[in-house]
Nanobody, 123 residues
Framework: QVQLVESGGGLVQAGGSLRLSCAAS????????MGWFRQAPGKEREFVAA????????YFGDSVKGRFTISRDNAKNTVYLQMNTLKPEDTAVYYCAAGRGPPRTTPGSYASWGQGTQVTVSS
């Protein structure tokens, strides 16, 4: 399995932007599809975005389409989540995840998870 460490979270005003990073250990990063999920207090873990091994295919949750983008740099073993036009409802702990095969939207499809990074959007 791959070890994942997220960074880049913080406090931002509504309408602002943040970029999350997820650094992976190991030499097999490029063989994993990567996903971002989030979880707000009292809510289930929600799919945010996913990207294929080569970075060609991307998926987004309905609530973030048009505002968030996902990208990866396999040479740096890092996946990014660019979040624009942030809203208070985007407040959550954001997790990155790695999984074999094609990118998927369900948490159970990912075997490795980071510890999460808090994003707080103030109104």
């Amino acid at each position: 399995q791959v070890q994942l460490v997220e960074s880049g979270g913080g406090l931002v005003q509504a309408g602002g932007s943040l970029r999350l990073s997820c650094a992976a250990s190991g030499r097999t990063f490029s063989s994993y599809a990567m996903g971002w999920f989030r979880q707000a207090p009292g809510k289930e873990r929600e799919f945010v975005a996913a990207i294929s091994m080569g970075g060609i295919i991307t998926y987004f949750g309905d609530s973030v389409k048009g505002r968030f983008t996902i990208s990866r740099d396999n040479a740096k073993n890092t996946v990014y989540l660019q979040m624009n036009t942030l809203k208070p409802e985007d407040t959550a702990v954001y997790y990155c995840a790695a999984g074999r095969g094609p990118p998927r939207t369900t948490p159970g499809s990912y075997a490795s998870w980071g510890q999460g990074t808090q994003v707080t959007v103030s109104s």
